[in-house]
């Protein structure tokens, strides 16, 4: 009986535990940017996983139609596989961050192996933009004090999220999607769509349909577009945003690392 008493109490801890260290707003581990302005009826889109052709240069296709911009936290492996995708996303002004080398849960990673995981991944996007980024986003939205601590010293700034995340990568319906996002849609939001999975680069591999398409997110990018600029809202990008609050310590991209 007591066993299972312990292994009860040890399942519930773990499960409060990984919640708390992948609760986006939990400013418990230090400072990570959740939201812009509260007062202003602007939102933040934002991308994880990409570069992805063909789904990340559709989306581009949909913002660069309705004239707005939005940030793409990119993994290392997709960048360094895609990089005429990433260079696009500069050249047509929307912001880069950086989302490791190949989505690792950072919480397992030595303090060393967080370090090599950002560097590498900005080195490539300054080999192939010419641009340094001063965001990142640690996948899964996974911190703790070593993995902050790490990021500050490189110089960014740890980029989580308002919006509860879709669950897009789960296929369910671009219908379905964009609800769960206008549906909690608030001034100064940070919404998260996926254009990739995880970094995986699927033309070589020939990996699964469920793994690569993202044209779910396509559609519902759209729709999202569409419905929240009907209600006044307007997008940028993740530094316009900050640049926009009244509390912002860092509006400016770094220059050099």
């Not at 008493?5 to 801890?13: I, K, R, S, Y």
């Not at 913002?63 to 990089?83: D, K, M, N, S, W």
């Not at 995708?85 to 880069?96: N, V, Y």
């Not at 793994?211 to 759209?222: E, F, G």
Request: with cysteine; hydrophobic share 40%; net charge negative.
């Amino acid at each position: 009986m007591k066993l299972i008493v312990f292994a009860t109490l040890l399942a519930v801890g773990t499960y409060l535990g990984y919640t708390i260290v992948e609760e986006p707003g939990s400013q418990l581990f230090g400072k990570t940017v959740t939201s812009g302005p509260s007062d202003a009826r602007e939102i933040a889109l934002t991308f994880d996983d990409g570069p992805n052709p063909p789904y990340t240069d559709r989306i581009l296709d949909v913002l660069r139609a309705e004239h707005i911009h939005a940030t793409f936290f990119v993994v290392g492996r997709a960048a360094e596989a895609y990089p005429s995708t990433l260079r696009r996303i500069a050249r047509e002004g929307h912001a880069i961050g950086n989302h490791t080398w190949d989505h690792p849960h950072l919480l397992v990673q030595t303090r060393q192996a967080v370090d090599a995981e950002l560097r590498r991944t900005d080195d490539a996007i300054f080999r192939i933009t010419g641009m340094r980024t001063w965001l990142m986003r640690p996948p899964f939205g996974a911190r703790d004090f070593a993995v902050l601590d790490e990021a500050k010293t490189l110089g960014y700034t740890a980029v989580m999220w308002s919006v509860p995340l879709p669950n897009d990568w789960e296929q369910p319906g671009d219908a379905t999607i964009a609800r769960r996002i206008i549906d909690n849609v608030h001034d100064g939001a940070i919404i998260v769509l996926h254009d990739g999975n995880r970094g995986i680069v699927c033309e070589p591999r020939r990996a699964t349909a469920h793994l690569c398409d993202r044209a779910q997110d396509v559609a519902a990018t759209r729709e999202i577009v569409d419905r929240l600029k009907a209600e006044g809202y307007r997008f940028v990008t993740v530094p316009q945003l900050l640049a926009d609050s009244v509390d912002t310590t860092r509006t400016v991209a770094r220059s050099t690392r």
